[in-house]
């Protein structure tokens, strides 16, 4: 078979991409959040970018190094699955070059299922090594969901907080700064966030914010809803809450309110992504009917000497 690759190239192949990923969601982790993760910056410089292409221009496969997550984004049709170790190796040679700019990152994380064996040898065989018991800094993933049906429980609103939907363009520096001081990361930037809301993906109303009484954003809950499979499927992608407004517990009333706007869209199951250990998020949206769909293996790899 004969096979061409390049870089993305414009929305139209990041709608391929899509497109491609929702054919096999049992296949691939990065489904119903890829328009999140396909507007961030690392794909600014088109060169950690790359698709796979058959002779008639049907889309096979793609990768992205997603900078600001430290992982490697991908996925491929089955028929293609042979060119799984090519896509681990342009990765690699990219992963090298871009060492030293502001794309690089010493190392570099892969997602996959438990179950995916064939990927698992391939992985290692690159290089990579699971990371789920290397000591004290072991770390696995879980791929949760609930139905969208099951009922969403009622949560006090603190008197003087407001929640509603992000107040379009004009509050995206606003939340920029929550979103930076919640994750303690510089990562998010103005641009990814207004790109975000350009997707043709993006409803606006599925974009929950807190506003605290003297007005500062306190905390979010991005909803994401795509047909997969002939079935309405949301994801929760991200949540979280400033520090100084933990204490009342906005992150789980954020959640709550983008569960009810995901069940009046007609979501049908809803996912979210968390660490597999038990801390506090895993324990929120287990409280919210959340239950583990399947086990996700992380995968390593170091290219800095």
């Known amino acids: 078979?004969?096979?061409?690759?390049?870089?993305?190239?414009?929305t139209a192949d990041k709608l391929q991409i899509l497109a491609l990923s929702r054919q096999f969601p049992s296949d691939n982790l990065r489904v119903v959040d890829l328009p999140y993760r396909l507007s961030s910056w690392a794909l600014d410089e088109p060169e950690n970018t790359r698709l796979w292409f058959d002779a008639h221009g049907r889309l096979l496969a793609w990768a992205v190094l997603q900078t600001p997550f430290w992982f490697i984004d991908y996925a491929f049709c089955p028929e293609a699955s042979f060119l799984h170790p090519e896509i681990l190796d342009w990765a690699g040679k990219r992963a090298s070059q871009s060492l030293e700019t502001p794309f690089g990152h010493p190392c570099w994380f892969v997602t996959i299922f438990s179950d995916q064996t064939e990927r698992m040898r391939e992985l290692e065989s690159a290089g990579f090594s699971n990371q789920a018991e290397v000591g004290e800094d072991s770390w696995s993933k879980v791929f949760l969901q609930r139905p969208g049906n099951l009922p969403v429980k009622e949560y006090r609103i603190p008197p003087g907080f407001v929640?509603?939907?992000l107040a379009g363009k004009e509050e995206i520096a606003a939340y920029v700064e929550l979103h930076q001081t919640v994750f303690e990361?510089?990562?998010?930037?103005?641009?990814?966030?207004?790109?975000?809301?350009?997707?043709?993906?993006?409803v606006p109303?599925?974009?929950?914010?807190?506003?605290?009484?003297?007005?500062?954003?306190?905390?979010?809950?991005?909803?994401?809803?795509?047909q997969v499979e002939g079935q309405l499927v949301g994801q929760i992608e991200p949540l979280g809450c400033h520090p100084d407004f933990r204490k009342y517990a906005l992150g789980r009333v954020a959640l709550a309110e983008g569960l009810r706007r995901l069940q009046t869209h007609g979501a049908q199951i809803i996912h979210v992504e968390t660490d597999s250990y038990r801390n506090t998020a895993f324990r929120l949206y287990e409280?919210?009917?959340?239950?583990?769909?399947?086990?996700?293996?992380?995968?390593?790899?170091?290219?800095a000497e």
């Open 205 to 226: 109303n599925l974009d929950v914010i807190i506003a605290s009484p003297d007005g500062r954003l306190g905390a979010f809950c991005i909803c994401w809803l795509q």
């Open 185 to 202: 990361s510089k990562n998010m930037r103005v641009e990814w966030r207004q790109r975000t809301l350009e997707h043709p993906d993006y």
């Open 287 to 303: 409280s919210m009917g959340f239950s583990v769909a399947k086990n996700v293996f992380v995968y390593r790899k170091d290219y």
């Open 1 to 10: 078979m004969k096979i061409s690759s390049r870089p993305i190239s414009g």
């Open 163 to 165: 929640v509603r939907s």
